[in-house]
């Protein structure tokens, strides 16, 4: 076999201060022309929220990002030969955990909507789903769920709401069904 020929080191050329300055200037020129990102993979209501918005397409990039340097570090522990299986397994585990987390900041991104019950950067704040649809009982009063905002009372359905029969004291509450039903003060 022939031996293969080896490229010589190529010298870099020492720049003077006018060269530099043209290159600068010519960056300039290019950086100006260059237009701004068209973001057509993501949501138009995300792209619109304010920077400080917590859910701002900004932020959540920051926390892909956290997110993505947590896996590394967990599967490069997983892999640690002096780690107990058990604890191997555990770094595993969390790794797969903050995986998910990434793919539905992802589909946030894509679609504008959290599928997730957690957000933030750590997974720490309490995600409060919104109802969108109402559903009724046979007898006109809405069917309602603890911890989920309802926009006809404009607040969350808690627990102290459900015992003191809250739905059920709003007078008229009419069914949307093919009978009409009115709803009676108990």
């Not at 929220?49 to 701002?56: N, Q």
Request: proline residues 4%; aromatic residues 8%; hydrophobic residues 35%.
């Amino acid at each position: 076999m022939a031996r293969k020929k080896i490229k010589p080191i190529r010298k870099t050329k020492t720049l003077t201060a006018a060269q530099k300055e043209a290159q600068r200037v010519r960056l300039e020129k290019m950086r100006a022309k260059k237009k701004a990102p068209e973001y057509k993979n993501v949501y138009k209501d995300v792209l619109a929220l304010a920077d400080e918005d917590p859910y701002s397409l900004k932020n959540v990039k920051i926390w892909i990002k956290h997110n993505k340097e947590l896996v590394s570090m967990l599967q490069a522990r997983a892999r640690n030969r002096e780690l107990s299986p058990k604890d191997k397994q555990q770094a595993l585990t969390q790794a797969d955990d903050k995986k998910a987390y990434i793919r539905y900041i992802e589909h946030y991104i894509r679609t504008g909507d959290w599928v997730g019950l957690f957000s933030g950067q750590n997974e720490t704040k309490k995600v409060i789903p919104k109802c969108v649809a109402m559903a009724y009982y046979p007898d006109g009063t809405p069917k309602r769920s603890v911890g989920v905002f309802y926009p006809d009372i404009k607040a969350v359905w808690t627990n102290e709401l459900e015992t003191t029969n809250y739905h059920r004291s709003v007078k008229a509450i009419h069914a949307k069904t093919d009978k009409q039903f009115t709803s009676k003060s108990l």
